[in-house]
């Protein structure tokens, strides 16, 4: 099976503008979280969406948003950009179900997002 | 709130040598608890998890880690320490208290640094 897939890997962008980051899951999987890492924070949870609907949110601005597609694969987006948001975006997907489960994450390589 | 500590920014350890990394969590109800590790510019890779059963969970690459719920811990263990094992490592946990929701929440990492 195909891993997950993250396009693009590299981003460079100005302050102001606004990025879209998406994200393939693994076959079969149906949740998909997304993260922000960067060395002071760490890693950091965005959201986490699981057949179409956002199913759990961190705390992070409006201005961070996403969305999942029918066949899984899903897109975040970042508005307005500022520095910090300078950081590596992570995907990964999980199997997936409707109740609480100890399945693993599959994470994808990153988008590794420089905010000018 | 769900947590993950892991009290060392580093660990350093001779190749050949036993190898630990510490982990300990703090949930409401029991969790589900796992180890990641992630290698420059790559994403995280499962390493393993302890979801119920036995103590004692064995995963790749030669890793083991002991859950020890009265004192709340995940130590991921290795008995011979390799010089491809220097990465950064991720302590995991999810609660499976219905109030909890299904986040993932990591510790801050710690970087494993095995010298020849």
């Known amino acids: 099976k195909a891993g997950v897939t993250q396009t693009p890997r590299y981003l460079i962008k100005t302050r102001g503008q606004q990025v879209t980051l998406s994200c393939s899951p693994i076959?079969?999987?149906?949740?998909v979280s997304w993260y922000q890492q960067t060395p002071g924070q760490g890693l950091q949870f965005l959201f986490e969406?699981?057949?179409?609907?956002?199913?759990n949110k961190g705390n992070f601005p409006g201005r961070f948003s996403g969305r999942q597609f029918s066949n899984s694969r899903s897109e975040m987006n970042v508005s307005t950009l500022e520095l910090g948001d300078s950081a590596l975006y992570l995907c990964?997907?999980?199997?997936?179900?409707?109740?609480?489960?100890?399945?693993?994450?599959?994470f994808g390589p990153g988008t590794r997002l420089t905010v000018l | 709130a769900q947590s993950v500590a892991q009290p060392e920014d580093q660990v350093n350890v001779a190749e050949g040598n036993p190898l630990t990394v510490k982990c300990t969590y703090s949930?409401?109800?029991?969790?589900?608890l796992f180890w990641y590790v992630q290698y420059p510019n790559r994403g995280l890779q499962f390493l393993l998890k302890?979801?119920?059963?036995?103590?004692l969970v064995k995963g790749s690459y030669g890793f083991e880690a002991e859950f020890n719920k009265s004192q709340t811990s995940f130590h991921l263990k290795k008995p011979s320490a390799l010089v491809s094992d220097s990465a950064l490592y991720f302590c995991?946990?999810?609660?499976?208290?219905?109030?909890?929701?299904?986040?993932?929440?990591f510790g801050t990492g710690t970087r494993l640094a095995v010298r020849p």
């Open positions: 990964a997907s999980e199997v997936g179900t409707s109740g609480r489960t100890g399945n693993e994450q599959f």
């Open positions: 076959s079969g999987h149906r949740s």
């Open positions: 969406y699981f057949s179409e609907t956002q199913r």
């Open positions: 949930v409401s109800g029991n969790p589900y």
């Open positions: 302890y979801i119920t059963g036995d103590n």
């Open positions: 995991a946990v999810r609660d499976r208290a219905k109030s909890s929701g299904d986040k993932l929440t």
